[in-house]
């Protein structure tokens, strides 16, 4: 999961827009102030100085270091931050753009939204028609490994109905096997840009069709 930095309410926070995203300075604890900068990508740097001398504290910084006086300053950035990346970012669930592409097209298309229904698979989400409550899109996070793909970690995949009359022709790298689905009426997509994206919008809306019938 990663998140994404509101415009919106980072200029409404104080935040100025700079060439590289945005940038705010305001009071912290013990009469420091507090240099936040956010990039576009939204990367979060924070510099605490010394008014009187312009000079960076870093003691918090330092591994061990304890007292009250370092806790008290510790507390008050980590507090600042937290409510910054409460207020003023939103959480992308879908690390890869692709992923993220096809929901949007789903959204934009159909006007149906996407859905997180598995508190504890935050990953995980589908898309279905607004008509008759069928899934026709289903995104996951799997291993590669488990997949059958090369390479480690994971990857974003969306599970779309098939014809059993008319398979899908599976290529081992980026359409297989539905991944969790019955494997005669559902396949996966790998969402790593292999297969292009005018390509899976086509395969997500003949989905979208086959979930049409009753």
Wanted: glycine letters at 8%.
């Amino acid at each position: 999961m990663t998140y994404l930095p509101l415009p919106e309410r980072l200029l409404a926070a104080g935040f100025a827009k700079t060439r590289g995203g945005w940038a705010r300075t305001a009071p912290l604890a013990a009469g420091f102030v507090h240099e936040v900068a956010v990039s576009r990508r939204g990367e979060i740097r924070s510099r605490i100085i010394d008014p009187a001398t312009g000079d960076e504290f870093v003691a918090h910084r330092v591994h061990g270091a304890s007292g009250a006086f370092v806790h008290s300053v510790r507390g008050a950035e980590d507090a600042a931050l937290a409510d910054l990346r409460a207020t003023c970012f939103a959480a992308e669930r879908f690390d890869q753009p692709q992923t993220r592409a096809v929901s949007a097209f789903c959204a934009r298309t159909w006007n149906e939204p996407v859905e997180f229904l598995w508190p504890a698979f935050p990953d995980c989400a589908i898309h279905r028609r607004a008509d008759n409550r069928k899934w026709y899109a289903t995104f996951l996070a799997a291993r590669r490994d488990r997949l059958g793909l090369p390479g480690e970690g994971k990857v974003e995949i969306v599970d779309l109905r098939m014809d059993p009359a008319a398979p899908v022709a599976f290529d081992d790298r980026s359409l297989l096997p539905g991944w969790h689905m019955n494997k005669r009426s559902w396949f996966s997509v790998v969402l790593d840009g292999s297969l292009p994206l005018r390509r899976v919008q086509a395969l997500v809306r003949r989905s979208r069709g086959l979930a049409a019938r009753r």
